[in-house]
C-alpha cells in the first residue's frame, strides 16, 4: 500500500511536471524560411538560439505566468505590447519578417530557450539594461547581433554582422560565406575567431587598447599585406576573398586557425 501511494504521488507529480512544461513553449511555423527575417528584442537573461532543419520557431521556458492571487479576473499588462504567446512574449508577422518582443522587465530574468530554421536571417537586439548574453549555433544564413553583453556563435556558415559595446565575442566557423561580408565589434571585451585553415578572405583587423594575436601567417606575401598604422592591418588570406573584418576598443583579438 506504502508503495502504491508513492507511485501514485510519483505519477501525479510527472503529469503536473509534464502539463508545466507544455504550457511553457510556444511555436509558430515560418513558411519559406530561406526568404524569412526573424528578429527578437529585448530579451532577458542569457539566450541560447539553435539552428535546426526544420520549418517552426520553438521557444520553451520562461518566467513563472502564475497570476497573483489579488490579481484574479485581471490580464497582464506590458509595455510592449499585448503577451500573445502565454510565456511572456508579443509575436508579430508581417509578410515575410517576424518580431518577437520580450515583454519583461529587464530586471526580471527568463531561462527562455530557441529553435528555429536553420536556413532565415536572424536579427537580435536589446539594450544594455538587459544585460543578457546570446548563444548561437548551427545557422546558415546571415546572423546580425546588436546587444551589450556578450556573443558566441558556433558552427556558423552564413555571413555574421556582430556588435556588442561590453562583452566578448566568441565565433567557431564551420566555413565563412563566400557571397556577403562578415564584421565583429566590441568596444569593451574579447574578439576570439576560428577559421578553417583555407578560408579565403580579405582580413582586417583594427584594435585601439589590446594586442592582435594569430596562428596563421599573415606576412606571407608582404604585397598582400598593409600595415594602416597603430593597431591596424589589412591581409590576404589564402589570395583573398570575401571581407571580414574585426575591431576593438579595449580588448584584444585572437584569430585562430581550425
Known amino acids: 500500500m506504502h508503495k502504491a501511494m508513492h507511485y501514485c504521488v510519483g505519477l501525479l507529480f510527472a503529469l503536473l511536471t509534464a502539463q508545466m512544461l507544455q504550457a511553457q513553449e510556444y511555436k509558430t511555423t515560418v513558411g519559406n524560411s530561406r526568404d524569412s527575417k526573424l528578429i527578437l528584442k529585448d530579451f532577458t537573461g542569457e539566450l541560447p538560439i539553435e539552428g535546426y532543419a526544420g520549418n517552426d520557431i520553438v521557444i520553451t521556458g520562461g518566467p513563472d505566468m502564475t497570476t497573483p492571487e489579488r490579481a484574479k479576473g485581471l490580464k497582464p499588462v506590458y509595455s510592449g505590447g499585448p503577451d500573445n504567446t502565454g510565456i511572456g512574449l508579443n509575436m508579430e508577422r508581417t509578410g515575410n519578417q517576424i518580431t518577437i518582443i520580450c515583454l519583461l522587465p529587464f530586471n526580471k530574468g527568463a531561462e527562455y530557450r530557441i529553435k528555429v530554421p536553420d536556413n532565415l536571417y536572424l536579427k537580435i537586439t536589446s539594450g544594455c539594461e538587459y544585460h543578457n548574453g546570446v548563444s548561437i549555433s548551427n545557422m546558415k544564413n546571415e546572423v546580425e547581433v546588436n546587444i551589450c553583453s556578450a556573443i558566441s556563435v558556433k558552427n556558423s556558415t ?26 565583429i565589434a566590441t568596444i569593451n571585451g574579447e574578439i576570439d575567431v576560428t577559421l578553417p585553415a583555407k578560408s579565403a578572405v580579405n582580413l582586417e583587423m583594427r584594435n585601439i587598447q589590446g594586442g592582435m594575436y594569430s596562428d596563421f601567417d599573415l606576412f606571407t606575401d608582404d604585397k598582400q599585406m598593409k600595415r594602416v598604422g597603430g593597431g591596424a592591418i589589412n591581409t590576404r588570406l589564402n589570395g583573398g576573398g570575401v571581407d571580414l573584418k574585426m575591431t576593438n576598443i579595449n580588448g584584444n583579438i585572437y584569430l585562430r586557425k581550425k
Open 158 to 183: 552564413g555571413p555574421l554582422v556582430l556588435s556588442t559595446i561590453n562583452g566578448g565575442v566568441d565565433v567557431v566557423f564551420n566555413e565563412i560565406s563566400k557571397d556577403k561580408p562578415s564584421s
